[in-house]
DNA sequence: CGACAAAATGAATGAACGCCCAGTCGCTTC
DNA sequence: GAAGCGACTGGGCGTTCATTCATTTTGTCG
């Protein structure tokens, strides 16, 4: 109730607090976005984890703290890895495209978080629905930097910046939310590559379409292959 | 429990149904947008209609019959009122352009049901989710129409209409779903422009942009004063 | 091994809420 | 004006579920 980012644990053991709240936040994302939180009850979320429904109130406040943390995750995990992906690059066009490219493959390995942190934010409580969406403005400037970046220097026509940008973060969550149609349809680079050409290469000026051929060429029109398939290296998920 | 597209109601008199109806819808469109659908009650809904709890048992044969009402609403407001604003339309670009536009104020005449509709759809029945999506489906049908249209005669160069058209839809919810931010920075016909012109003029021929060129000349730059501007004609609305 | 603490259990609790139904009200019919 | 009828009311039943806590298990250290 103090200051709303926090989560109150009875057990003291960092390292054990760590590793029971991931086993547990693992099967409530499972559960939220399969049934929604308010269907979810407690005890299947305990069941789902392989832990008795009173072990939960030793490492979360309540149910809402369980939601928080779940979609806090989501959250840092796209401030964290975006970045990450982006580093060493220093052409514009390059960042721009790199990072739609690594959002949506983040996206991809975090598809049912995803569609969680979309419909649930709601359900959280007030003071925390801010904070949440702070972090997804913050995720949001990393591509606007990208776009910003692009426009300064020369390579792309200028543009309404801020509506651009919130088509790429809708284009990006739309894999996850729209997935059981588009997975069907395209490949997650072929999604990735029609997407540059939707959104990105139309307001190209001669010099950004140069940089971007050369993207392609060097990454081979976009194929996964040649394109940096890091892990999203999930902390210490140990199982599969 | 049979076919899952129908409501029981008790009462007889179609009349005096379809008024109730409205009245309980209107109220529960308005609490379950703000707080979401489990968090409200029957009793709230009940309350802020002016009811008794009771009555609402009179006229939906459950909770979730209410949510589906209102959600069928919705999505039956696009269908009809969309092709009703298209009607007498022949150039696909003015088509495509009006389209955008008629979709857009539409969501801003039920912002808040718009929402609903987004968030809520899992919290319906699984047999009736699926209408519901069907539905949906229907409306994108419509832009993609004229998308098509647009590629076929020559206005516009082959793109991913698939995706294209998903990136139509998106952007005439955003007006609703990200309302808080756009409001601000945008008129509403400001915003649908500005859409044009990221989403529209790019991938224009040569010949597809005079008709662009020549629109925006006859509606004055997209002002909301040329538009026709009418009013989503809500099915008897009495008050306000 | 015994003692103690920390961690984990799961049955019990109590509040909230969907839905029902016995009863009231007002209108129509004869 | 009595009788019948459909609309409407709202208190309460039964269930579900978040949360608690008395108890057991596990692990550690002397």
Redo the contacts between chains.
Sequence with gaps: MKSPGHVESVVTDAKLVEQRRGQILKAAVKLFSEK????TTVQQIAAKAGVSTGLIYQYFGDKDDVLFLALNRVLETYEREIPRRLEGIEHPVDQLCTGLWAYCSIVDGMREETVLAY?ST??LRADRRNLIKEKETKTNRLLGECLHACIEQGHMNP??E???V??YV??CH?WAL?GWAFRG?FTLSD?VS??I???VE??LTAKGRTALDSLRRRTNGFSAERWPKQQPARPRARNN
């Design positions: 929604g939180y308010y269907i419909r709601k359900s543009v309404n801020y509506l651009l919130y088509q809708t284009f739309a729209k349809k999604y029609e997407g050409a939707l959104l139309p307001f």
